[in-house]
C-alpha cells in the first residue's frame, strides 16, 4: 500500500497536487476539510459544531477528525493506499493514525511538505475565496488565523515524520506540473 501525507500550510496546493496523485496512483483522497464540510452541508451535529470553528479558522477537536478518519479506513479495505490531505494537523492526529494503520498491518509510507511563504499564501487563499465560496477563504483575520494554527499546532506534525525519516520537502511555488514531478520522484523514492 502506498499510503500518503501530503503536508502544508493552508493554500499550499495540497487539493489541487492531491487530484493528480490520485489519478497516477490510484488513492483513495481522505481530505479531512472536504469531509467536515460535507457533514455541515448535510446538517448533521458533527458539523453544526465544526463550523462554528471553521468559521473562525480554529482547528476542530483531535477525537473528531481522528473518528471520521477511522470510518473512511474501515470502509475503503480495499484501497491501493490513501492519501491524507489536511490530516494530521496535530502530532495526537499523527500518533492515533499510525495507531490506526498499525490495526491493518499498514504505516505511512512518506510525508510530503509543500513549502510556500506566508505571503504567497495569504494572497493564494484571498485569490481563492473569490471563487470558492468558503467564508474561512474571505476574511483576512480568518485567514491570519489559519496560518498562526499551522505555525503552532500543525508544523511540529512535520518534526514527528522526520523523526521516522518519513519526511520530504518540496517547493510549493512555480509551475503545478513542475511540483507534481518532484512529488511523484519523492513518492517513487520511498515507494
Ligand atoms: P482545510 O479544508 O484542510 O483547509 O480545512 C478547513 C478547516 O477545517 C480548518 O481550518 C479546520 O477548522 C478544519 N479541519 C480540517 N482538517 C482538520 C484536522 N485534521 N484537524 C482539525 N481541524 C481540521
Redesign the pocket.
Known amino acids: 500500500m502506498l499510503n500518503l501525507v501530503l503536508f502544508g500550510p493552508?493554500g499550499a496546493g495540497k487539493g489541487t497536487q492531491s487530484e493528480k496523485i490520485i489519478d497516477k496512483y490510484n488513492l483513495v483522497h481522505l481530505?479531512?476539510?472536504?469531509l467536515?464540510r460535507s457533514q455541515i452541508q448535510a446538517g448533521t451535529e458533527l458539523g453544526l459544531k465544526?463550523k462554528t470553528?471553521?468559521d473562525q479558522?480554529?482547528?476542530?477537536p483531535?477525537e473528531v477528525?481522528i473518528g471520521m478518519i477511522d470510518s473512511k479506513l474501515s470502509e475503503n479495505r480495499d484501497a491501493a493506499g490513501f492519501i491524507f490531505d489536511?490530516?494530521?494537523?496535530?502530532v495526537k492526529?499523527a500518533e492515533a493514525l499510525d495507531g490506526l494503520l498499525a490495526s491493518y498491518n499498514e504505516s505511512i509510507t512518506v510525508m510530503v511538505a509543500l513549502i510556500v511563504p506566508d505571503e504567497e499564501l495569504k494572497k493564494r487563499l484571498l485569490h481563492r475565496g473569490q471563487t470558492s465560496g468558503r467564508p474561512?477563504d474571505q476574511d483576512e483575520q480568518k485567514i491570519k488565523t489559519?496560518i498562526e494554527?499551522y505555525n503552532s499546532k500543525t508544523a511540529p506534525v512535520a518534526e514527528y515524520y522526520r523523526q521516522q525519516n518519513k519526511y520530504v520537502s518540496i517547493e510549493g511555488v512555480g509551475e503545478i506540473e513542475e511540483i507534481f514531478g518532484a512529488i511523484c520522484d519523492a513518492i517513487e523514492k520511498e515507494a
Not at 479558522?57 to 476542530?60: A, N, R
Open positions: 493552508p481530505s479531512t476539510g472536504d467536515l465544526a470553528l471553521m479558522g480554529i482547528l476542530v483531535d477528525v489536511g490530516f494530521p494537523r496535530t492526529q474561512d489559519r494554527e
